[in-house]
């Protein structure tokens, strides 16, 4: 049973719109969770992360929000350039053991 | 740059053949992880090392062994290649420590990945 879930396999944005990708997870005990971007031929890179202990975090354009009740968590980046295309996965850790991934999300940019 | 090789970057090999894939570091990180990469499954651990000589399984070990005799190089091998190996193989050490209140972290970063065809 997947324990990280990203639902939309795929979102198209124009540039300068808002991006918004989402993520749920099943277990309560996650508190850690990451967001990492991958480009096609490369390993993926770690672009910004959260504590349970917050429920939002910035780095310039990308700010993640964390619902724990709902078991949410979502990646906002205001604004989208074509450079942001690629597939973007969340991942969960519980005490700092291993990371449980999502499927993944292919974002594209157009301009 | 977490300063992560992966070696070979590219292979091809026919069923039944053993292969080797080699992931070094240069920062004597302790935790080192491998992984693989296919379309719909986003990415899956296979094993992890927490010291030299100290691995363990991961979702998806079968058909997979890995060795770690030394800090720097985490090696996985397929003892006889099948098809369904085929995929992009990621290996990743992670950073990890107090995040504030009673949560930790652990952050991962990755090599560049070797893309394994099995015919």
């Known amino acids: 049973d997947q324990q990280v879930k990203q639902n939309s396999p795929s979102l198209s944005v124009q540039e300068g719109r808002i991006s918004i990708l989402n993520c749920d997870y099943t277990?309560?005990?996650?508190?850690?969770f990451l967001w990492y971007k991958k480009y096609p031929a490369e390993g993926p890179t770690f672009l910004i992360s959260?504590?349970?202990?917050?429920d939002k975090n910035e780095d310039g354009r990308f700010t993640v929000f964390l619902n724990k009740s709902a078991k949410h968590l979502s990646l906002h980046i205001v604004p989208s350039q074509p450079g942001d295309s690629a597939v973007y996965f969340c991942?969960?850790?519980?005490?700092?053991?291993?990371?449980?991934f999502g499927k993944g999300t292919t974002l594209s940019v157009s301009s | 740059d977490a300063g992560i090789t992966q070696s070979p970057r590219h292979k091809v090999t026919e069923t039944g053949t053993p292969v080797t894939l080699r992931c070094h570091q240069t920062?004597?990180?302790?935790?080192m992880y491998w992984y693989r990469q296919d379309p719909g499954h986003g990415l899956r651990l296979i094993h992890y090392?927490?010291?030299?000589?100290?691995?363990d399984k991961g979702e998806v070990s079968d058909g997979y062994s890995v060795s770690r005799s030394k800090t720097e190089d985490f090696l996985l091998t397929l003892e006889s290649a099948t098809s369904s190996q085929t995929s992009v193989y990621f290996c990743?050490?992670?950073?990890?420590?107090?995040?504030?209140?009673?949560?930790?972290?652990?952050?991962?970063?990755f090599g560049p990945g070797t893309r394994l065809t099995v015919l």
């Open positions: 959260i504590s349970s202990i917050k």
């Open positions: 090392s927490y010291g030299v000589k100290d691995t």
């Open positions: 990743a050490i992670s950073v990890t420590g107090l995040a504030g209140g009673a949560s930790s972290y652990n952050e991962q970063f």
């Open positions: 920062e004597n990180h302790r935790y």
């Open positions: 277990n309560s005990m996650f508190d850690y």
């Open positions: 991942a969960a850790s519980e005490a700092g053991t291993a990371l449980i």
